[in-house]
């Protein structure tokens, strides 16, 4: 049996992806031979505002740095909107230099962003039409809407629900995450992404979303997950987080 080393970069403020990414792996372990540990390093951020998030993703090189001093098998940088928020495409930028830092300490390892991630889930849908929900403030949520326009996926509706306090955003409550999805223009849409931030939790939902929709639904932690598993060469599948996950794109 062989047990992967998970890091995530993770702002300060995050508690989610310390409990998403690690219940769909727990999932994962009951009907799969591997088995994973979690670590994380953080990046210091409270408010989700432009002027924090670019001074957060200035600490994610000695946030590498540090996992990969514990010799992690693949490493998540949990914050979407702060790679997305610094330019169309630098969720490459960030993965290669990233891993560059793990190189130069002597320990390499494959580094994923969940704003990658989720282009990449979208992807591998095929799916280029999508609604979306975001707990960001109106002008971020655009940066998002951009971000996934410059990728070839366009985002038809989408709902901004206006949380600037991190931790406000943890305690949303997911249940009432379908409902707010069920409110967009959706018809269209080829899948619809339940939560485009690594902090708003949706993964108890997202089935259920699926049902009431009629088509795939994904969250950045249930991206993140896929592409984690597919960097470290595993079949990308566990249960009761969608089709993503389902192993129809294992």
Do not use: W
Not at 62 to 69: I, K, N, P, Y
Not at 142 to 163: K, N, P, Q, S
Request: proline share 6%.
């Amino acid at each position: 049996m062989t047990t992967y080393r998970i890091g995530q970069i993770v702002p300060s403020s995050n508690v989610t992806m310390e409990t998403e990414v690690p219940a769909l792996l727990r999932a994962r372990e009951a009907v799969a031979p591997e088995r994973f540990t979690f670590h994380s390093s953080r990046m210091r951020m409270t408010k989700v505002t432009p002027e924090q998030l670019r001074a957060m993703d200035a600490e994610s090189d000695r946030c590498a740095t540090e996992l990969s001093d514990a010799r992690m098998d693949v490493i998540g940088y949990a914050c979407l909107v702060a790679v997305m928020a610094t330019g169309h495409g630098y969720h490459r930028e960030a993965e290669r230099r990233l891993h560059l830092r793990t190189v130069r300490n002597g320990a390499p390892a494959p580094v994923v962003t969940s704003a990658g991630a989720l282009v990449a889930g979208l992807r591998e849908l095929g799916a280029a039409k999508v609604a979306m929900v975001t707990p960001y403030l109106r002008p971020l949520a655009r940066t998002v809407v951009e971000y996934l326009a410059a990728e070839g996926i366009e985002v038809l509706d989408h709902a901004a629900l206006e949380i600037a306090d991190n931790l406000d955003v943890a305690a949303h409550d997911p249940a009432r995450l379908p409902a707010i999805a069920r409110g967009l223009d959706h018809a269209e849409a080829d899948a619809v992404v339940l939560s485009a931030c690594v902090q708003l939790p949706s993964l108890s939902a997202v089935e259920e979303a699926e049902q009431l929709l009629g088509k795939p639904v994904v969250s950045a932690a249930v991206c993140t997950t896929h592409q984690l598993l597919r960097a470290l060469g595993l079949p990308a599948f566990a249960p009761g987080a969608g089709h993503l996950l389902s192993g129809a794109y294992a």
